[in-house]
């Protein structure tokens, strides 16, 4: 689709943009912030770039589902889905959705074409909500434990407190905890009067977010040749785990990954599921070849039918990615 390309409309004073499911990432998010907007949830990249001719895209965008270090305060891809045309199984061109909130009633197709990976369809346009930047930004540092780091969060979380990321990493044994905050120029630096820690270059900081965003950061890319990447999705509250290895933890406890071997995988999902999370095999190790089963959690059976139903409705051949969703497609 890295063909099918370009804008079709966008109004500012609207707050949405419609654009074709090929156009590069990076270009919207250059659009956007012409204007003062910015896409909140912020899409990561992975480090691709237009001029290598493998861009991120829109589609994949959301496609993939992915949200970057602020999804914890302002929402995931699909609470910006207004509106998406694609093609299904059978070849038919559906459109769901529109340019505004008040176009979708009863069950939300746009929205669940977010993190579907393909199998539901092959996405071809997309209408978003976009939001206006920040006007005030800033990033304290803080040298903690993970135990205090997620004491911390837990109990900032409760309190009205600009919070927009957050960031706990530990090197060579020492803890540190970033967080951002965005908001008003008066809430930004209350909260920063408030809260402590030192705070950093504003510069500086947004490269380092970047790299966050984009699994840049000198713990991802540590993790040895044998190290798979698990993304464990747990509640905020979640208190430290029984982890391998030391995790890296974003947004404010509720996503911690973690470098582990091959033979960790069923204690890591088990771990996630005692917290009422679930644990993904986000990369594995040498690329090896991975089917569905290794890398989700089971669904329950009510929620395995409903979706086994839905891939029957738009796919009945079971011809879009087969094998992402199910182990037995």
């Avoid at 804008?7 to 012409?34: F, K, W």
């Avoid at 977010?209 to 984009?214: E, F, G, L, T, V």
């Avoid at 509720?254 to 771990?271: I, K, S």
């Amino acid at each position: 689709m890295t063909a099918f390309t370009g804008v079709i409309s966008y109004e500012p004073s609207e707050l949405v943009v419609t654009v074709r499911a090929g156009t590069p990432l990076a270009e919207l998010e250059a659009l956007l912030a012409a204007q003062g907007q910015c896409l909140p949830f912020e899409p990561p990249h992975f480090g691709s770039s237009i001029d290598a001719g493998s861009a991120a895209t829109v589609g994949g965008m959301v496609a993939s589902g992915l949200s970057g270090p602020a999804r914890a305060s302002v929402g995931a891809v699909r609470d910006y889905m207004l509106g998406v045309k694609l093609i299904n199984g059978k070849g038919e061109q559906l459109t769901f959705g529109g340019q505004v909130m008040k176009n979708v009633a009863g069950y939300d197709v746009s929205r669940l074409m977010a993190g579907a990976l393909g199998t539901l369809g092959l996405i071809t346009e997309v209408s978003l909500k976009v939001l206006p930047i920040a006007p005030a930004e800033a990033t304290l540092r803080f040298d903690c434990s993970q135990a205090q780091a997620l004491g911390w969060l837990h109990a900032w979380g409760g309190r009205p407190l600009p919070l927009n990321a957050s960031c706990w990493v530990e090197d060579a044994g020492v803890g540190t905890l970033y967080l951002r905050l965005r908001g008003a120029h008066a809430a930004v630096e209350a909260a920063c009067n408030t809260l402590g820690g030192e705070r950093k270059d504003k510069a500086e900081t947004a490269a380092d977010w970047q790299a966050c965003r984009d699994q840049q950061l000198p713990w991802f890319q540590c993790r040895t040749d044998s190290q798979d990447l698990w993304r464990l999705s747990v509640p905020q509250t979640t208190p430290v785990l029984d982890l391998p290895d030391s995790p890296l933890i974003e947004w404010h406890g509720g996503q911690r990954w973690v470098r582990a071997d091959a033979q960790h995988a069923q204690h890591l999902r088990a771990v996630a599921a005692g917290a009422g999370g679930h644990a993904t095999l986000f990369i594995a190790a040498n690329a090896r070849q991975t089917g569905a089963r290794a890398r989700f959690d089971a669904l329950k059976p009510p929620l395995d039918r409903i979706h086994r139903e839905l891939k029957k409705q738009f796919d009945p051949a079971g011809i879009l990615n087969p094998g992402r969703m199910f182990a037995d497609w």
